[in-house]
């Protein structure tokens, strides 16, 4: 995430974010990726916000890597779950096959779309063979900004496939849905899921 108004949207609502998303048990979705990462398996939780969803992480076995590019999520997910947290960006994944599995939830939606190939790009890389990726992304076409100052790139499922498909992950799970957010509003999105070969 590059944009300075998203970010700073982030920064000054992270708690009333964290109520948002704090659950006492991981969602559907969280869970399925989870019952697919080996116990003891080291995952990248990109654009962690407060942190819940590597708490439940943690709790499962694994070991979660969270990073978000607010300081005011990071410092939430450090006090309230004791997370190893650290503040880094996209660009700041270099990493080389550490990975059993990337939770990228609803966070490259932030991304330009001309960066999200090189994005799938350093995620594939990233990931050890036998790997996870799960995406959540918001559905349409185009750019624009949400009432509350963020920005989003919108991507249909079938662009979301040709990144996956592009970066080298065979697409193994789609579900789409609908649900309002922090800014109130219902908005369609997808969820994805791939496997590094």
């Known amino acids: 995430m590059t944009d300075a108004r998203t970010i700073a949207t982030y920064?000054?609502?992270?708690?009333?974010?964290?109520?948002?998303?704090?659950?006492?048990?991981?969602?559907?979705?969280?869970?399925?990726?989870?019952?697919?990462?080996?116990?003891?398996?080291?995952?990248?939780?990109?654009?962690?916000?407060?942190?819940?969803?590597?708490?439940?992480?943690?709790?499962?076995?694994?070991?979660?890597?969270?990073?978000?590019?607010?300081?005011?999520?990071?410092?939430?997910?450090?006090?309230?779950?004791?997370?190893?947290?650290?503040?880094?960006?996209?660009?700041?994944?270099?990493?080389?096959?550490?990975?059993d599995g990337v939770w990228a939830n609803f966070c490259l939606l932030h991304a330009p779309r001309d960066h999200l190939a090189r994005y799938f790009a350093a995620l594939f890389a990233a990931t050890k063979p036998g790997g996870i990726l799960h995406v959540g992304m918001k559905t349409g076409m185009g750019t624009g900004r949400d009432t509350i100052n963020r920005l989003y790139t919108y991507v249909t499922v079938d662009e979301l496939s040709v990144l996956f498909t592009g970066a080298g992950y065979t697409v193994t799970y789609v579900r789409e849905g609908k649900e309002a957010g922090l800014a109130g509003t219902i908005d369609p999105f997808v969820i994805m899921r791939g496997k590094k070969p």
């Open 11 to 99: 920064d000054e609502r992270a708690a009333e974010y964290a109520q948002i998303v704090t659950q006492d048990a991981p969602d559907e979705s969280l869970q399925g990726f989870i019952d697919l990462i080996p116990k003891g398996g080291k995952v990248l939780d990109l654009g962690c916000g407060p942190g819940a969803a590597s708490f439940h992480m943690q709790n499962a076995g694994l070991i979660p890597d969270p990073i978000d590019a607010s300081e005011g999520m990071i410092t939430i997910a450090r006090e309230k779950y004791a997370l190893n947290a650290r503040v880094g960006r996209f660009d700041d994944v270099t990493e080389q096959e550490i990975y």
